[in-house]
């Protein structure tokens, strides 16, 4: 069946417009500390509360089976209003912490209505090549992700309420390009009664299982390193003073290099296959946590290029991880299962943060980092158990 060239390009775009409510409220936390006079402990609240938002978006989207239920493309402009919205809603000048933190949970709600209704939406147009098609959406959700750290150096020359202004107006557009432009794909089925059991229903395949672990093992680590990417260049400062890296520029770099690796791992996967792909990916991005102790004591044009390096290769397994969960999937079920394996990978994220967050407070140990290699190793003996 032929697709129109237009439909990926659209879908693509829409989704890093989109995903941009998700880490804009980042690049303007300092000034909402100090615009609403919160305490210093503010931010990691509000850093949290779009993951807390988030992970509840998936569940009850899930459980709900809204994805397949109901149009993608309505439910991706509904979210994409709403989640803009209450992005927006930040500027309002009569703010106390909860309803700062009310928004923000309220943006990460609506983006479970976003990331996974975009991947069913690709998921109901490429039947084949869909591993390219996800590589392309998932690097448009790296961008998004590197981005606040480039916003940062940019804040100066805007008003922070521009920012927010700015991003809820790309969401809207966003939401209404897929709306207008995108219609329902051909290969979608529609599930029509409301079937609660389907949440777990997906799990009983074995491939499905296989799958989703190997997914899972992937988020352990992911979001951990994009979390403490500034952590690392700001420790290796510390180490070498002769050396100055611009951690804000540096920081969107190495993240932001990830979406040229799911591109390019999409390729690579048409060749030589979704599995071994994905797996080739997961044990390099395995070495990476095993040998990063080492590169303190390198030079810094070393330690910038084994961070880039490994920035390319935390990510490149995200979208052939998902594409083999979706292919994986019933049909009609499509939607449920790519939202909660987002749903219960984001939770997975929280406690491989906060494991490294309360290890950094008892030591100084560069060998800390070496525990995100028990993500990728879990994911790679999920994945062989997976038949296909």
Request: net charge positive; aromatic share 12%.
């Amino acid at each position: 069946m032929k697709i129109s060239k237009h439909i990926l390009p659209l879908i693509v775009f829409a989704q890093f417009c989109c995903t941009s409510l998700w880490f804009a409220g980042n690049g303007v936390m300092s000034e909402l500390v100090i615009h609403y006079n919160l305490s210093p402990s503010a931010l990691g609240h509000l850093t949290s509360a779009v993951q807390l938002g988030f992970i509840l978006g998936t569940l009850i989207f899930a459980i709900l089976s809204i994805a397949d239920r109901f149009s993608p493309s309505r439910v991706f402009f509904g979210s994409a209003l709403l989640g803009a919205v209450f992005n927006l809603a930040v500027i309002w000048e009569d703010h106390s912490l909860s309803t700062l933190l009310l928004c923000r949970v309220m943006t990460g709600f609506f983006l479970a209505g976003i990331y996974p209704v975009g991947m069913k939406i690709a998921a109901d147009y490429y039947k084949t090549g869909l591993g390219k098609s996800l590589g392309f959406l998932v690097g448009a959700l790296v961008l998004g992700t590197a981005f606040p750290h480039l916003l940062k150096e940019l804040t100066d020359a805007f008003l922070w309420k521009t920012v927010l202004i700015v991003t809820s107006s790309l969401a809207l557009l966003g939401g209404v390009l897929i709306m207008l432009l995108v219609p329902d794909g051909p290969y979608r089925q529609t599930r029509r009664n409301l079937n609660f059991s389907a949440f777990f229903q997906v799990f009983r395949d074995r491939n499905f299982r296989a799958a989703a672990f190997g997914y899972f093992g992937h988020m352990w680590e992911l979001y951990a390193f994009w979390a403490f990417v500034p952590v690392l260049l700001q420790t290796y400062n510390l180490s070498h003073p002769e050396v100055t890296f611009n951690v804000s520029l540096w920081s969107f770099l190495i993240i932001g290099i990830g979406g040229l690796s799911c591109v390019l791992g999409g390729y690579v996967a048409h060749r030589k296959g979704t599995k071994s792909t994905a797996s080739a990916a997961l044990l390099l991005s395995c070495a990476c946590c095993l040998a990063v102790p080492w590169m303190f004591a390198l030079e810094s044009d070393i330690f910038i290029g084994f961070l880039l390096l490994w920035g390319m290769l935390v990510i490149a397994d995200s979208p052939l991880l998902s594409t083999l969960v979706a292919q994986s999937a019933p049909a009609e079920l499509k939607g449920t299962a790519l939202t909660i394996v987002n749903c219960i990978g984001f939770a997975i994220t929280i406690g491989s943060i906060q494991l490294l967050s309360s290890l950094m407070l008892w030591t100084s140990s560069h060998f800390i980092y070496t525990l995100l290699a028990i993500g990728p190793l879990l994911g790679l003996a999920a994945l062989r158990k997976k038949i296909t």
